[in-house]
């Protein structure tokens, strides 16, 4: 069970960029997913969540109309599509499974079980 997260790297603001969790060992079209991040010397904060059905997401007000959390059943693929990113979304970003089968989506991070090694995205001004 393995959830690898790629994708990160340097950015303007206002551009855009990708990240990806691909998910091994455990389908994503069975549990929530979602995206975490952890600014430095920040705690870490919730920044999207889709349901395992797929037609459910959540996004935290901080990124709500910038980005966007995704899934690709086929590869066991979750996204998060970043437009117009700002210098205060520079972070490790993380994927993470919802630990219950087929629950609602939900952004605190204690109701997930499994996560992804972080990949770092730096936004300059």
């Known amino acids: 069970v393995q959830l690898q997260a790629s994708g990160g790297g340097l950015v303007q603001a206002g551009g855009s960029l990708r990240l990806s969790c691909a998910a091994s060992g455990l389908p994503v079209s069975s549990h929530g997913m979602g995206w975490f991040r952890r600014a430095p010397g920040k705690e870490r904060e919730f920044v999207a969540a889709i349901s395992w059905s797929g037609d459910s997401t959540l996004c935290a007000d901080s990124v709500k109309g910038r980005f966007t959390i995704s899934r690709d059943i086929a590869n066991d693929t979750v996204y998060l599509q970043m437009n117009t990113p700002k210098p205060e979304d520079t972070a490790v970003y993380y994927c993470?499974?919802?630990?219950?089968?087929?629950?609602?989506?939900?952004?605190?991070?204690?109701?997930?079980?499994?996560w992804g090694q972080g990949t770092l995205v730096t936004v300059s001004s």
């Open positions: 993470a499974r919802r630990r219950l089968y087929r629950a609602p989506v939900y952004y605190h991070p204690s109701f997930y079980d499994y």
